[in-house]
C-alpha cells in the first residue's frame, strides 16, 4: 500500500539532520512515496525558514496532492503566523483527502484550522523524533500511523494507570463528542484570541513536556477559570514529561494536580492517554466526533470508520 | 515617619528565611512598625500555607489598617484563590488607605482586583528579595517606597537603552490612561478568564523572569491575537532577566522580538522600564491614570499626587 507522504516544516529548525533522514529512509522503507518540501531544511534563527518561507511550505503541502502531509518536527513558529496561514486551501486538501498530522507546536496549527473552518487534522507523529528515533520507530505509532493511510483506524484504548483506577467508575459513555486538545502550554496560549476553538460537550486531551507541574496546574487554572473545562465531557490527560521535580515542590505533584482538579469540575480527568512526547503515541482526530466508553480501567474511544482516500 | 507594614504571603513558602529576616529587620530599621502575619512562614507543599491559610492570610492583611500590606515574596499560588480571595475586603481597605504592594505572582492578585472592583495596588518590592537583599536594599526602590509612604509619590522616569533611542520619537504625550500589568507570564495566563481587566486606551506595562525570547513572544502573540496590545495607548516594556540563550536561538533575540512587535502594532512599545525582577525598581500603581510624555530618550510617567494616609 503505497502511500504518498508530503514533509514539511512550519515550525523550528531541523537541527538534528541525522532523525530527519532516518525518519525519511524509514517512511520509504514502508513502501511510500516521500516527497520532501522544498523549503523543509530551511533555517532562519530559531525557524525553519522565515515566516513567509513557512507560509509558502504550508501552502505546498496543501496543494501536493498527498495522502498525508507529516511535520518534520515541533519546536515553535506556528504562533507567529497564524494570521496568515492558508487555512481555506488547507480544508480543502483535508477535504479531498490530505491528512495533516503533527504535534507539540503543531498544536496551534490544528486548533485555529478547527476553530476556522472545522477541519479535522491529527495529533500524531512528526519525522525525526518519531521515524527517525535512533532506537528505530516505536511499534503502536507505526500501526497507528499505518491504521491512517489504510482508512482502517477507528479509535484507540488504554488502561488507566493502577493509582487512577478508578478515574473512570461510574462515567457514563460519550457520544458525538469533538475531539480537540494537543500540547496543554500551546493550546493556553492561544486562549482569549480567535485561534480558540468554541467547544461545547466535546473531549479535550492534553500533553506537555518540560513543564513543571506548578506551570501546568496554573494552565489548567486559565483553561477552568475561563470556563473551558467544564464544558467538556471529558479531559483526557495524555504523557506530561521532561520536567524537573525541585526540593520545593514538597509533595506538590502532578498527580496532586490532577487530583485537585477532579475536585473542582465534574467532568471525568482520565489520565494514561497514551500520546505526548513519548514514543508510543496514537493518532488522534482533532475535530472529529468521538464515543467513548469505559469497562473498569480500560478507556475506549472510538471515532468510527474512516474511507480510505484514493487519488 | 512611622508607618505601620503589615507584611503576609499569599504565594510561594518563604523558604529564605535570613533573606526574610533582613527584609523584616530593614524596615523596622527605618523606623516602621512592621506587623508580621501569623502565617506569613507556614509552608504547605510549595505553598505559604494551605489555599484557606493564604486566604486568610489575605483578609487579616485586609482588616490590618496598616498603611502598607506587602508580600513575603513571590512565587506561584494566587491562581489557585482567585476565586474566594476577599475582594471587597481589600478594596474597603485600600479605600481606607492601606496599600497593597508586591509583585510577580502578585500580578494575579492585582489584576483580578482591578478587573473585579477597580481598586489601585503598586506593583513594587517584596520583603525578602528587596529589603532582605544580602548585598542591601536598592536606594531608588527604597526612595520610591518612601515616596508611597509619604504620598508624596508623583510619578517616575527613565531613560530609553540608546538601541531604543528612536522609540519615543514622535510619541504623543498620554493622558489619563488606565496604568496595568505586571508578569508578562502571570499576566497571560489570565487571559480569557474573568480575572483579566478589560482595559481600553490603557498603558500596559510587562516583565518577566527566566522566561526564554521566543516564550516572550508567544505571550506576546497571545496578548496581539486577543486584541489586547492594539487597545492600548502605550507598552511599556520592563526588565526582562535570568534567562538562557541557547545555540539553536541563531539570531533570535529579545530586541528582534521587540523589534517585530513594533512592526506589527500601532502602539509606541518603549523599553527600559526600571521594574522587574532586578534590584533597581520603581513602584507602579496598578490601575491609577497616569500621564506619559518624552524627551528623546527620557520618559517620564506621572500619576499625579497621592495624599497621605493618616490613622
Request: proline share 4%.
Amino acid at each position: 500500500m503505497t502511500k504518498h507522504i508530503y514533509i514539511f516544516s512550519p515550525s523550528s529548525a531541523v537541527r538534528d539532520k541525522a532523525a530527519f533522514k532516518r525518519g525519511v529512509a524509514r517512511l520509504k522503507a514502508l513502501g511510500h512515496d516521500v516527497e520532501i518540501d522544498e523549503a523543509a531544511l530551511a533555517t532562519h534563527q530559531r525557524f525553519a525558514g522565515d515566516d513567509a518561507t513557512r507560509l509558502a511550505a504550508i501552502a505546498r503541502a496543501a496543494a501536493s496532492g498527498a495522502d498525508v502531509a507529516l511535520i518534520s518536527r515541533g519546536g515553535y513558529g506556528l504562533t507567529r503566523i497564524l494570521d496568515a496561514l492558508p487555512y481555506k486551501a488547507v480544508a480543502k486538501a483535508i477535504a479531498h483527502g490530505t491528512e495533516f498530522v503533527g504535534l507539540s507546536d503543531f498544536t496551534a496549527f490544528q486548533q485555529a484550522l478547527l476553530a476556522k473552518t472545522g477541519a479535522v487534522s491529527w495529533s500524531g507523529p512528526a519525522v525525526g523524533e518519531d521515524f527517525g528515533a535512533e532506537a528505530g520507530p516505536d511499534d503502536i505509532m507505526e500501526a497507528c500511523f499505518d491504521d491512517l493511510l489504510s482508512g482502517q483506524g477507528e479509535g484507540t484504548g488504554w488502561r488507566l494507570p493502577a493509582r487512577d483506577a478508578e478515574a473512570a467508575s461510574g462515567m457514563r459513555s460519550i457520544h458525538g463528542a469533538q475531539l480537540w486538545g494537543g500540547n496543554l502550554c500551546v493550546l493556553t496560549s492561544l486562549l482569549g484570541t480567535p485561534y480558540f476553538p468554541v467547544i461545547d460537550k466535546g473531549v479535550l486531551f492534553l500533553e506537555d513536556v518540560g513543564e513543571h507541574p506548578y506551570r501546568i496546574e496554573r494552565m489548567l487554572e486559565q483553561l477552568r477559570h475561563a470556563g473551558v473545562l467544564a464544558r467538556q465531557k471529558a479531559i483526557l490527560m495524555g504523557q506530561f514529561t521532561g520536567y524537573r521535580k525541585v526540593p520545593n515542590d514538597r509533595g506538590f505533584s502532578l498527580q496532586g494536580v490532577v487530583e485537585r482538579l477532579r475536585g473542582q469540575i465534574k467532568v471525568p480527568v482520565l489520565t494514561g492517554l497514551p500520546f505526548g512526547h513519548v514514543p508510543t503515541k496514537v493518532l488522534l482526530p482533532v475535530g472529529a466526533k468521538v464515543e467513548i466508553a469505559a469497562e473498569g480501567r480500560d478507556v475506549f474511544m472510538v471515532w468510527g470508520h474512516r474511507h480510505a482516500h484514493h487519488h
